[in-house]
């Protein structure tokens, strides 16, 4: 990739990053979200303990329910403020695109680690015991959920009912995602070995591989549209 490509590509970065620091809306209501459901699923769940497959399934709802509220405005806010043409008058598609898809990223890894962080806090009896296996998999997470879920962020940007559609679009396509993610979790809560770990891990890698690169030769048409 060119120098020219790489500095475009950081412009769209720069520019979603200082616009999401300067408003901080959906930074902020992710947050919440992220507090709220996790406090009420530890009210609810006060009595009990969460064995390691119901606390992985658990956190993956918050993590794909977090990322679909953050993601969803990748292209969202271009339609809403104007700035999708000038996107596609000063910059390539390519530009635009991996752009966005490396502010989600590290977007969905900010989240994640928030989430999991207070899921682990609030739910105190709940050890990672294997935390390596627990730490890649919030990293190939993220990079999962924001390589399946840019492109359908660009789909649904001028939809009437974006705020339903999106995770209505999202949860066939992250499904694959979603149960090698709660997998590797239970593994990580019930201290498994790397070798038991393989496979979803090489699920998780081929997923990203196989999306990023079909969701950017089908950018063009969906942005040029």
Do not use: H
Request: proline share 3%.
């Amino acid at each position: 990739m060119a120098t020219g490509s790489l500095k475009r590509i950081y412009a769209v970065f720069n520019k979603d990053t200082k616009s999401e620091l300067r408003t901080r809306y959906s930074i902020s209501a992710i947050f919440l979200f992220i507090l709220t459901t996790i406090t009420m699923i530890a009210i609810s769940a006060a009595n009990e303990k969460l064995n390691p497959a119901l606390s992985a399934g658990i956190l993956w709802v918050i993590l794909f329910f977090s990322a679909m509220t953050g993601i969803s405005k990748a292209f969202v806010s271009e339609e809403e403020r104007g700035t999708g043409l000038l996107l596609k008058i000063y910059t390539s598609n390519e530009a635009v695109y991996f752009g966005k898809l490396l502010f989600n990223i590290l977007l969905c890894f900010l989240l994640n680690i928030i989430s999991a962080l207070f899921f682990l806090l609030i739910n105190s009896e709940l050890v990672v015991k294997e935390p390596l296996i627990f730490i890649y998999m919030l990293i190939l997470g993220s990079l999962g959920l924001a390589s399946g879920t840019t492109l359908i962020s660009a789909i649904i940007a001028r939809a009437n009912v974006k705020g339903a559609l999106f995770p209505v679009l999202s949860f066939p396509i992250l499904l694959p995602l979603i149960v090698a993610g709660i997998g590797l979790t239970k593994l990580s809560f019930e201290g498994g070995s790397f070798s038991d770990a393989q496979s979803d891990f090489l699920l998780m890698l081929a997923y990203s591989g196989v999306l990023i690169p079909a969701s950017y030769i089908l950018f063009d048409q969906i942005w040029e549209e």
